[in-house]
């Protein structure tokens, strides 16, 4: 640790006067007079004050004067002194160095909310606070700081502890101060640990619900697929159906018409024979037999030509009455969900 350049300076009547009556208030050992102790944390206050160039001077004589006024508050100026010794260690050990002399040399109850001084071996310490980041360099870092010291033990090593009561209540106070922050951070994180689940969650949920309308919606298309599928293969059936039937009907009516074309034929040879038959004055026996069985055939002809007629009729009727029959069936099934 470097040496603060000082320049000199000098105290005050009522300085010093203050200077006694609070530090015999502040003895905690409850004895006249002051701790030395004491009155080396007081005076290390105002050697940084004067270093600093906050003390004027104030009768002239290039000397800083140190009146009551510039005095440290006597009930934060210990509290003071622990912070500020703590600064002089470099900043990465600063945090191992807070906890093992609030965790490892000061047992706090938070009960009674009081604390006292422990004695602990050097080893232990060191075993306790590694994971803290304790070692020995820092040990004897702390001892130059003054806020720890050592005393040879019975086990051929060394017991750590507080330099001095008078420490005692400001580590305490820093001590609960630390808890709290860190009991307050830790709320923070378990908070903040909360907050990103239940986004999860409702990320999750949100997922879920997309795919789940995400399957809804293919499951509709596939169903409203599958409804098309069957209705155009419906109307592709009834398409080959109608060209089955005809198909069916032209052959018919080619069959027919070839049966038409046959029977007018032979209809035309009768009447022509028929013709010539009456021409004749006489018909001999078997010649009016035969016009007789023309005319007979002839009539049959004619007969069976209406009937046909007549058939034929029918069937358009029916045909027409159940194309209009399938045209409904079909529109009935179009329009269903």
Same mark, same amino acid.
């Given at each position: 640790m470097g040496v603060i350049p000082l320049p000199p300076f000098e105290y005050r009547e009522d300085a010093l006067d203050k200077i006694l009556a609070g530090l015999a208030i502040s003895n905690t050992a409850q004895q006249s007079g002051v701790e030395a102790f004491q009155l080396q944390i007081l005076c290390d206050s105002i050697e940084n004050k004067v270093a600093a160039g906050l003390v004027p001077d104030r009768d002239g004589n290039r000397m800083p004067d140190v009146a009551a006024e510039d005095l440290p508050d006597f009930t934060e100026v210990f509290a003071q002194y622990y912070e500020r010794r703590l600064t002089l260690l470099p900043e990465t050990q600063r945090d191992a160095a807070r906890r093992v002399i609030e965790d490892g040399l000061v047992r706090y109850d938070p009960a009674t909310d009081e604390g006292r001084r422990l004695s602990v071996d050097g080893q232990a310490l060191l075993k306790d606070f590694e994971v803290a980041g304790l070692s020995p360099e820092l040990l004897r870092e702390l001892e130059n700081t003054f806020l720890v010291r050592r005393e040879p033990n019975t086990l051929g090593g060394h017991n750590y502890?507080?330099?001095?009561?008078?420490?005692?209540?400001?580590? #305490?106070?820093?001590?609960?101060?630390?808890?709290?922050?860190?009991?307050?951070?830790?709320?923070?994180?378990?908070?903040?640990?909360?907050?990103?689940?239940?986004?999860?969650?409702?990320?999750?949920?949100?997922?879920?619900?997309?795919?789940?309308?995400?399957?809804?919606?293919?499951?509709?298309?596939?169903?409203?697929?599958?409804? #098309?599928?069957?209705? #155009?293969?419906?109307?592709?059936?009834?398409?080959?159906?109608?060209?089955?039937?005809?198909?069916?009907?032209?052959?018919?009516?080619?069959?027919?018409?070839?049966?038409?074309?046959?029977?007018?034929?032979?209809?035309?040879?009768?009447?022509?024979?028929?013709?010539?038959?009456?021409?004749?004055?006489?018909?001999?026996?078997?010649?009016?037999?035969?016009?007789?069985?023309?005319?007979?055939?002839?009539?049959?002809?004619?007969?069976?030509?209406?009937?046909?007629?007549?058939?034929?009729?029918?069937?358009?009727?029916?045909?027409?009455?159940?194309?209009?029959?399938?045209?409904?069936?079909?529109?009935?099934?179009?329009?269903?969900?």
């Open positions: 502890e507080l330099s001095h009561d008078t420490l005692l209540a400001p580590v #305490v106070r820093a001590k609960k101060r630390r808890m709290a922050a860190e009991e307050e951070r830790r709320r923070k994180e378990e908070l903040a640990a909360e907050e990103a689940r239940i986004a999860r969650e409702k990320a999750e949920a949100q997922r879920r619900q997309r795919r789940a309308l995400f399957t809804s919606i293919v499951a509709g298309v596939l169903v409203l697929a599958a409804v #098309v599928a069957t209705w #155009v293969a419906y109307q592709q059936s009834n398409k080959a159906a109608d060209a089955i039937v005809l198909a069916e009907q032209k052959t018919r009516e080619a069959d027919e018409s070839n049966l038409n074309a046959k029977a007018k034929a032979e209809e035309a040879e009768r009447q022509q024979r028929i013709a010539e038959l009456a021409k004749k004055d006489a018909l001999t026996l078997s010649e009016k037999a035969e016009l007789a069985e023309l005319k007979a055939k002839s009539e049959q002809t004619k007969a069976a030509k209406a009937q046909s007629e007549v058939t034929e009729k029918s069937k358009s009727l029916f045909k027409i009455s159940s194309i209009k029959r399938t045209k409904t069936f079909t529109g009935f099934n179009t329009k269903m969900p």
